[in-house]
């Protein structure tokens, strides 16, 4: 079985500053790694994905994950966040060529102050 | 194309009352998917659908019940409201060649 581990619940930085948001999982087959964002109110949108290939991944507002095979991270990093990048932040994974399903981890709240 | 809706938006219910929640998707999407969100415990997997005319359970199915329509729709029966289902319900869905999901902006349910 696959489980997915974001340890901090929430985030405060300040706008401009650097971020990372950690992301551990634990699975004894390989997996493919998702980073999902829910604006308030809203549903699920698709961050960033790992499929193979290389281990950095870009989304096109300047976030960026890198899978870290030995360590079982896949971290989300921005070096300088907005105002608007407040949101929540899901890590999940799934199990390739398997039931094709999510699984999610709890969740970090990011909250960016001016 | 208008993607995931979901309906209703918000619903009140008294417990013992039942309800459906509506899902449907317009990308000829074959796998469909309910989740459930709640507080510090991020999406959960109630039921999913892998292909028109087939159902599987996740990790939280007791108190739901799913009817694969046709393939763009995917409904979430709660035949007898409890508090504890009080929650956020999200569908999903993805083509079988891809593996990003797809979600609806949700329905709050709220159980008295």
């Known amino acids: 079985a696959q489980s997915v581990t974001q340890l901090d619940s929430q985030v405060p930085v300040f706008e401009e500053a650097p971020v990372e948001l950690r992301c551990n999982y634990s699975?004894?087959?390989?997996?493919?790694l998702f980073w999902y964002v829910q604006y308030p109110n809203q549903g699920l949108q698709l961050l960033l994905k790992?499929?193979?290939?290389?281990?950095l991944v870009e989304s096109i507002n300047g976030f960026e994950a890198e899978f870290n095979k030995s360590q079982t991270s896949f971290h989300l990093r921005k070096p300088s966040v907005h105002i608007s990048d407040t949101a929540e932040y899901f890590c999940?994974?799934?199990?390739?060529?398997?039931?094709?399903?999510?699984?999610f981890g709890t969740g970090t709240r990011l909250q960016v102050f001016p | 194309n208008a993607g995931v809706t979901q309906t209703p938006k918000f619903q009140v219910l008294k417990t013992g009352q039942s309800m459906t929640l509506q899902c449907a998707q317009d990308?000829?999407?074959?796998?469909m998917y309910w989740y459930r969100q709640d507080p510090g415990m991020g999406l959960r997997l109630i039921y999913y659908?892998?292909?028109?005319?087939?159902?599987d359970k996740g990790e939280v199915p007791n108190g739901y019940n799913v009817s694969r329509l046709n393939k763009r729709e995917f409904s979430l029966r709660l035949e007898s409201a409890a508090p504890s289902q009080t929650s956020v319900y999200f569908c999903?869905?993805?083509?079988?060649?891809?593996?990003?999901?797809?979600f609806g902006p949700g329905t709050r349910l709220l159980v008295l």
């Open positions: 659908s892998a292909s028109e005319g087939t159902t």
């Open positions: 699975s004894s087959v390989s997996v493919y």
């Open positions: 999940a994974v799934s199990v390739p060529r398997g039931t094709d399903k999510l699984i």
């Open positions: 990308m000829n999407h074959n796998s």
């Open positions: 999903a869905s993805r083509t079988w060649n891809q593996e990003t999901q797809y």
């Open positions: 790992y499929l193979s290939g290389s281990t």
